[in-house]
């Protein structure tokens, strides 16, 4: 059974960071791939980055690039999102995701589990 728990948002000003933490557990985590993804209301969900442990990939959105870094401890099973410089606009519910395979994607159907979210809120 994989399982995704998710820790680290909170609320900060514009400009500020946060780091966000995943614990994964349930799988071989160099076999997998995990991205984090988020939906803010009323909008449609977004790949925010990914990490391929087996491949050594990485993958950013656009819109984050330059500011947000994806990273893995393998020895906690942890996967963390760094993030500086953080926008109003990146105010959203943050969710971590894995896969199977040796890709990095950022399109959410190519993740089947998925953690229960941590919520990110920033101020102007």
């Known amino acids: 059974q994989v399982q995704l728990v998710e820790s680290g948002g909170g609320s900060v000003q514009a400009g500020g960071s946060l780091r966000l933490s995943c614990v994964a557990s349930?799988?071989?985590?160099?076999?997998?791939?995990v991205g984090w993804f988020r939906q803010a209301p009323g909008k449609e969900r977004e790949g925010v980055a990914a990490?391929?442990?087996?491949?050594?990939?990485?993958n950013y959105a656009d819109s984050v690039k330059g500011r947000f870094t994806i990273s893995q401890d393998n020895a906690k099973n942890t996967l963390y999102l760094q993030m500086n410089t953080l926008k109003p606009e990146d105010t959203a519910m943050y969710y971590c995701?894995?896969?199977?395979?040796?890709?990095?994607?950022?399109?959410?159907?190519?993740?089947?589990?998925w953690g229960q979210g941590t919520q990110v809120t920033v101020s102007s």
């Open positions: 349930g799988y071989t985590y160099s076999r997998y791939y």
């Open positions: 995701a894995a896969g199977y395979g040796s890709t990095c994607p950022l399109q959410g159907l190519w993740y089947p589990y």
């Open positions: 990490i391929s442990p087996g491949v050594g990939c990485t």
